[in-house]
């Protein structure tokens, strides 16, 4: 198993440009989520999907959104990027509600 | 607002030595899990506690949770350089069990170095 995958491992955009950061998991897991981490900080819940068609909001969610069409991929979509977005983006992924949460290598996003 | 506070935030210790690392939370959980970041990068998974008085053990880490005191403690036996590294306890918010999904607040992590 590959486990959970991203892509682009980095990636710098201009302000007002917009971007989907892709995840992929192969774990046949139901629940997959997006975090942000911010230099130095924990990480935060941006958006997370319970299932094929099923999403919700996090801590964070303004300025991204977020679809699940299938089990194994749930992308990020960034529109209008601005520098507040700069930030580690990881997905993760977990077969039940109480297991631990697989992580994915991250996407370092710079907006400029 | 549940928030998780971690402390020490930077901890430097000497190799052999034995320390904690503390989580507190605000609001009232039962499921709270232990993380470790290298250096540049992902998580990896070390602890899942998911009841009061839950203690769970693995090499010279031990975690432990406290449900009514609201806190969580990981506990480092004769440090080894290999244990440097960032570790983060994160909390489930869920207020119910009517919410779905696992969501999880994290701490703003303890930056453990250990010296030879």
């Known amino acids: 198993n590959a486990g959970v995958t991203q892509t682009p491992k980095f990636r710098i955009l201009k302000i007002g440009q917009s971007m989907t950061l892709q995840c992929t998991q192969d774990?046949?897991?139901?629940?997959m989520y997006w975090y942000r981490q911010d230099p130095g900080m924990g990480l935060k819940l941006i958006y997370y999907s319970v299932g094929a068609g099923i999403t919700d909001k996090g801590e964070v969610p303004n300025g991204y959104n977020v679809s699940r069409s299938t089990t194994e991929d749930f992308p990020l979509r960034l529109e209008l990027a601005a520098p507040s977005q700069t930030s580690v983006y990881f997905c993760a992924s977990s077969p039940t509600l109480f297991h631990t949460q697989y992580f994915g290598p991250g996407t370092r996003l710079t907006v400029l | 607002e549940l928030k998780v506070e971690q402390n020490p935030l930077f901890l430097s210790m000497q190799e052999g030595k034995n320390y904690t690392i503390y989580c507190n939370y605000s609001?009232?959980?039962?499921?709270l899990y232990w993380y470790r970041q290298d250096p540049g990068k992902s998580l990896e998974s070390l602890f899942v506690?998911?009841?009061?008085?839950a203690v769970k053990q693995e090499g010279r880490l031990m975690a432990s949770l406290d449900t009514k005191a609201r806190l969580s403690t990981l506990h480092i036996t004769a440090a080894v350089h290999d244990l440097s590294a960032t570790y983060f306890c994160?909390?489930?918010?869920?207020?119910?069990?009517?919410?779905?999904?696992?969501?999880?607040?994290f701490g703003a992590g303890t930056i453990l170095r250990v010296k030879s």
């Open positions: 506690l998911l009841s009061n008085g």
């Open positions: 609001t009232t959980s039962d499921r």
């Open positions: 994160a909390v489930d918010r869920r207020r119910s069990s009517m919410e779905y999904g696992n969501k999880l607040v």
């Open positions: 774990m046949n897991h139901n629940y």
